[in-house]
């Protein structure tokens, strides 16, 4: 309470915001920022962790969704980058779990990493991309290396099956086709050479074919050789 003047005949309160400690005093002071009073306080008290005020505040207000302050702040914080705040009057911001990022300041939640993209650790501002040879989904924290028989999409967001003739190994970008003299293994991993007496004449095919009778080949042949004469093949 306080009395401006001289012959009063009572004492007025202070109003919220301000306050008085001693006895007889002539004025009120101000509440400063970070602390509130409400009617007739002798002191300020000051605003607690998820809240703030500015200077002569007769209560706190709670910090915005992603937004935060300590005790007795006279404002709040925005989060930074890798961390969000979902409630408002939040005391700190959370870390973006693993496959999310913050990419920017005052966010009231994480975006999910693109197909293509993953993060392996918490509180980042950013996805990495998937290595060559591998791919994810949304959201992910790792990436898959696509397996034998299949390679990567162009985005990075799914592994592809080889198409008939074709292979790929684990890893792979893209699938190879099997040229002449050669063929598609069943798993399509690898591309396998003829053996000798067996051919295979274009590109892209998932079995070798014998020789006739009275031709051979050798290993790897896009074609069979006729016996000569006075020969015979066996």
Same mark, same amino acid.
Request: with cysteine; charged share 15%.
């Given at each position: 309470?306080?009395? !401006?003047?001289?012959?009063?005949?009572?004492?007025?309160?202070?109003?919220?915001?301000?306050?008085?400690?001693?006895?007889? !005093? /002539?004025?009120?002071?101000?509440?400063?920022?970070?602390?509130?009073?409400?009617?007739?306080? %002798?002191?300020?008290?000051?605003?607690?962790?998820? !809240?703030?005020?500015?200077?002569?505040?007769?209560?706190?207000?709670?910090?915005?969704?992603? /937004?935060?302050?300590?005790?007795?702040? %006279?404002?709040?914080?925005?989060?930074?980058?890798?961390?969000?705040?979902?409630?408002?009057?939040?005391?700190?911001?959370?870390?973006? %779990?693993?496959?999310?990022?913050?990419?920017?300041?005052?966010?009231?939640?994480? !975006?999910?990493?693109?197909?293509? /993209?993953?993060?392996?650790?918490?509180?980042?501002?950013?996805c990495d991309e998937c290595a060559d040879?591998?791919?994810?989904?949304?959201?992910?924290?790792?990436?898959?290396?696509?397996?034998?028989? /299949?390679?990567?999409?162009?985005?990075?967001?799914?592994?592809?099956?080889?198409?008939?003739?074709?292979?790929?190994?684990?890893?792979?970008?893209?699938?190879?086709?099997?040229?002449?003299?050669?063929?598609?293994?069943?798993?399509?991993?690898?591309?396998?050479?003829?053996?000798?007496?067996?051919?295979?004449?274009?590109?892209?095919?998932?079995?070798?074919?014998?020789?006739?009778?009275?031709?051979?080949?050798?290993?790897?042949?896009?074609?069979?050789?006729?016996?000569?004469?006075?020969?015979?093949?066996?």
């Amino acid at each position: 309470y306080y009395a !401006s003047g001289t012959g009063s005949v009572s004492c007025n309160a202070c109003v919220g915001g301000k306050y008085s400690e001693a006895s007889g !005093s /002539r004025s009120c002071s101000v509440c400063a920022a970070g602390k509130s009073s409400k009617i007739a306080s %002798p002191k300020c008290s000051p605003c607690s962790a998820g !809240s703030y005020s500015n200077e002569g505040q007769s209560s706190c207000s709670s910090c915005v969704a992603g /937004r935060y302050s300590g005790p007795e702040a %006279p404002s709040c914080t925005a989060c930074e980058k890798g961390k969000y705040l979902g409630t408002s009057g939040g005391a700190s911001c959370d870390a973006c %779990p693993k496959g999310h990022y913050g990419a920017s300041e005052n966010l009231v939640k994480c !975006s999910a990493c693109s197909a293509g /993209r993953y993060q392996s650790n918490t509180g980042k501002a950013a996805c990495d991309e998937c290595a060559d040879g591998s791919a994810s989904n949304k959201g992910a924290n790792a990436c898959t290396v696509c397996p034998a028989g /299949r390679h990567m999409s162009a985005d990075k967001s799914t592994c592809i099956k080889c198409k008939t003739g074709h292979a790929a190994m684990d890893g792979s970008v893209t699938c190879s086709i099997c040229e002449a003299g050669k063929y598609v293994a069943k798993d399509q991993s690898i591309c396998v050479t003829c053996p000798a007496g067996k051919f295979t004449n274009v590109d892209g095919l998932t079995e070798c074919s014998e020789c006739a009778a009275g031709y051979y080949s050798a290993a790897g042949a896009k074609s069979c050789t006729k016996c000569a004469v006075g020969k015979f093949a066996v």
